[in-house]
């Protein structure tokens, strides 16, 4: 359902090119959706075109996006801003991508094509962008205090059991 942002990559590095907008959650990839709690929030977003030092096309990307994700503790939704930035180093041929990421493991690296989808690499990095456990710093509600409570704490158990023993 995203629309798409597509750039001839080559070109926009060779030229210098410079995109910066804003794309709301909810125009975004249902693949997206799957893993927020809402659509709520949207993504601003800077693209620029380079060569780098190596005079190799290169995209250097900027992603800050603000997002609803679900609370692994109390599973309410809670706000996560999500900050993404990096290069991508374009080649056009395989085998020199190839050599040059045996050099260079920290490279990315991709096989420019004819058109390269922005939104796509967008809705990638908010997702690669998530914590694995997104957890409020203290989730304050009642039902979780009260299960916490209720518990016994295991190293008191364990102190009862070693006195009883001795």
Same mark, same amino acid.
């Given at each position: 359902?995203?629309?798409?942002?597509?750039?001839?990559?080559?070109?926009?590095?060779?030229?210098?090119?410079?995109?910066?907008?804003?794309?709301?959650?909810?125009?975004?990839?249902?693949?997206?959706?799957?893993?927020?709690?809402?659509?709520?929030?949207?993504?601003?977003?800077?693209?620029?075109?380079?060569?780098?030092?190596?005079?190799?096309?290169?995209?250097?990307?900027?992603?800050?996006?603000?997002?609803?994700?679900?609370?692994?503790?109390? #599973?309410?939704?809670?706000? #996560?801003?999500?900050?993404?930035?990096?290069?991508?180093? #374009?080649?056009?041929?395989?085998?020199?991508?190839?050599?040059?990421?045996?050099?260079?493991?920290?490279?990315?690296?991709?096989?420019?094509?004819?058109?390269?989808?922005?939104?796509?690499?967008?809705?990638?990095?908010?997702?690669?962008?998530?914590?694995?456990?997104?957890?409020?710093?203290?989730?304050?509600?009642?039902?979780?205090?009260?299960?916490?409570?209720?518990?016994?704490?295991?190293?008191?158990?364990?102190?009862? #059991?070693?006195?009883?023993?001795?």
């Amino acid at each position: 359902m995203s629309n798409p942002i597509l750039i001839d990559p080559l070109a926009f590095a060779r030229d210098g090119g410079l995109l910066e907008s804003e794309t709301p959650v909810a125009a975004m990839n249902v693949r997206v959706h799957e893993v927020l709690a809402s659509t709520a929030g949207a993504a601003r977003f800077t693209v620029s075109g380079f060569s780098d030092r190596l005079r190799r096309p290169s995209l250097r990307y900027r992603v800050v996006a603000n997002v609803e994700v679900n609370c692994q503790r109390c #599973l309410a939704a809670m706000p #996560l801003e999500v900050v993404s930035e990096g290069v991508i180093t #374009l080649f056009v041929s395989e085998a020199k991508l190839e050599a040059a990421v045996n050099v260079d493991d920290e490279l990315d690296a991709i096989l420019a094509e004819e058109t390269f989808d922005v939104t796509a690499l967008i809705e990638d990095e908010i997702i690669m962008g998530l914590p694995l456990s997104p957890k409020h710093d203290d989730c304050g509600t009642e039902h979780l205090e009260r299960a916490k409570a209720d518990k016994p704490n295991p190293f008191a158990v364990l102190a009862t #059991l070693k006195k009883s023993g001795s």
